[in-house]
T-cell receptor, first 111, second 111 residues
Framework: DTAVSQTPKYLVTQMGNDKSIKCEQN?????MYWYKQDSKKFLKIMFS???????INETVPNRFSPKSPDKAHLNLHINSLELGDSAVYFC??????????FGEGSWLTVV | EDQVTQSPEALRLQEGESSSLNCSYT??????LFWYRQDPGKGPEFLFT???AGEEKEKERLKATLTKKESFLHITAPKPEDSATYLC????????????FGSGTRLSIRP
């Protein structure tokens, strides 16, 4: 049983398109995150939700909009995709001892 | 500003050759320092949490240590299966929900 699952795993799309990545965690955690990992492996926090409420919103273009319908789900919608959005996007949740549990990642390629 | 710097960027060792990875941090009050392992195509996987200077944690061939300015991940007699990217992350008192990652050290162990 996967603890943090995200779909799709791979996504290739054209510039200007709108796409969504879905994330679900079955760990019962209150806090969830979206991280972006660039080609140099640098993991940068984008958003964090606690019990469906936005608590961290880093300097991310407003083309990126997270949505949390309940505390087990945190989806990421991206409008008007640009080449620079190509990266791996990781969903995560925070558990006891502040341990972060990551999903397998979603590889986004914008062409 | 809270910051995490890891060195070296990449490290190649012969099987059995022990070494250390470094994580230097600057935070306004450290709440926790974390080590993760990331295999290619996967999400980061939790290894250790350290909370205060002088603390040490061990797991198989890995030992993590913490001082007031840096943490080391010591690898003793590594095996090829220890090859991965090792990520360090910190959580500051000033923003408990925000966990900041370094850019990682790519470790490669030759048989």
């Amino acid at each position: 049983d996967t603890a943090v699952s995200q779909t799709p795993k791979y996504l290739v799309t054209q510039m200007g398109n709108d796409k969504s990545i879905k994330c679900e965690q079955n760990l019962g955690h209150d806090t969830m995150y979206w991280y972006k990992q660039d080609s140099k492996k640098f993991l940068k926090i984008m958003f964090s939700y606690n019990n469906k409420e936005l608590i961290i919103n880093e300097t991310v273009p407003n083309r990126f909009s997270p949505k949390s319908p309940d505390k087990a789900h945190l989806n990421l919608h991206i409008n008007s995709l640009e080449l620079g959005d190509s990266a791996v996007y990781f969903c995560a949740s925070r558990g006891p001892g502040n341990t972060i549990y990551f999903g397998e990642g979603s590889w986004l390629t914008v062409v | 500003e809270d910051q995490v710097t890891q060195s070296p960027e990449a490290l190649r060792l012969q099987e059995g050759e022990s070494s250390s990875l470094n994580c230097s941090y600057t935070v306004s009050g450290l709440r926790g320092l974390f080590w993760y392992r990331q295999d290619p195509g996967k999400g980061p996987e939790f290894l250790f949490t350290l909370y205060s200077a002088g603390e040490e944690k061990e797991k198989e061939r890995l030992k993590a240590t913490l001082t007031k300015k840096e943490s080391f991940l010591h690898i003793t007699a590594p095996k090829p299966e220890d090859s991965a990217t090792y990520l360090c992350a910190v959580q500051a008192d000033s923003s408990a929900s925000k966990i900041i990652f370094g850019s990682g050290t790519r470790l490669s162990i030759r048989p």
